[in-house]
């Protein structure tokens, strides 16, 4: 008799410590579920803050130029020419209108301008031409004056009806002489460019095809 009570004893006690292996083992794997779950959600915050971070540079390299202006002056364009190591800018007094204030074309780099024009700051605005073309999706502005022997043009273009969309911009030298070439240099990096606020200041190109 008390060899069948030891014998059901020890099956009951060999269950109990079935369930309770069972248990443990199921209360092992949620853990490792859990530390599963939490590790990948580590992975994808280090990958989030790592892209942030490229992100970051690829803006700042992308960053606005800087300018040959003055700082009692605004900026209408600037960039830099890379092939050159120079710097192209139009610059302007804060308060304009069609008869007050002026204009400058500048080249060179910051503390050696080779190239101010008009060197006189009168009457500035009849000197400098504007032409524009605008549709959906496409914006090409122009700013036009001529130099001695030498027509500058300071462009800004933008195509966004193609995929990717294009964005040039720099200057352009025609020589007065037919028997010289044209001379074209684009902008290294992303421009400063608010050429369309002196639509109403300069006088229209009517030459220029934009215009038409």
Do not use: W
Request: aromatic share 8%; net charge neutral.
């Amino acid at each position: 008799m008390n060899e069948s009570i030891d014998s059901e004893s020890r099956r009951l006690n060999l269950a109990a410590h079935r369930v309770e292996c069972s248990a443990l083992a199921q209360v092992i794997d949620e853990v490792c579920i859990a530390c599963r779950s939490v590790m990948s959600l580590v992975l994808a915050i280090v990958l989030a803050a790592n892209y942030s971070t490229a992100s970051a540079g690829t803006v700042q390299s992308d960053s606005p130029a800087r300018s040959l202006c003055r700082s009692e002056e605004q900026i209408f364009f600037s960039c830099p020419i890379t092939a050159l190591v120079k710097t192209v800018s139009l610059c302007g007094s804060k308060t304009i209108d069609s008869r007050r204030g002026y204009i400058q074309y500048r080249f060179g780099r910051a503390g050696a301008v080779e190239l101010q024009f008009p060197r006189d700051r009168a009457n500035t605005q009849r000197i400098f031409r504007y032409a524009k073309y605008f549709r959906a999706q496409v914006e090409r502005t122009e700013i036009t004056f001529d130099n001695e022997d030498y027509r500058y043009v300071l462009f800004d273009y933008y195509e966004g009806d193609v995929k990717p969309a294009i964005r040039e911009a720099g200057l352009r030298i025609t020589p007065h002489s037919r028997n010289q070439q044209e001379s074209e240099i684009k902008c290294a990096g992303r421009p400063i460019s608010k050429l369309g606020s002196l639509e109403s200041i300069l006088a229209h190109d009517m030459d220029n095809p934009l215009n038409r």
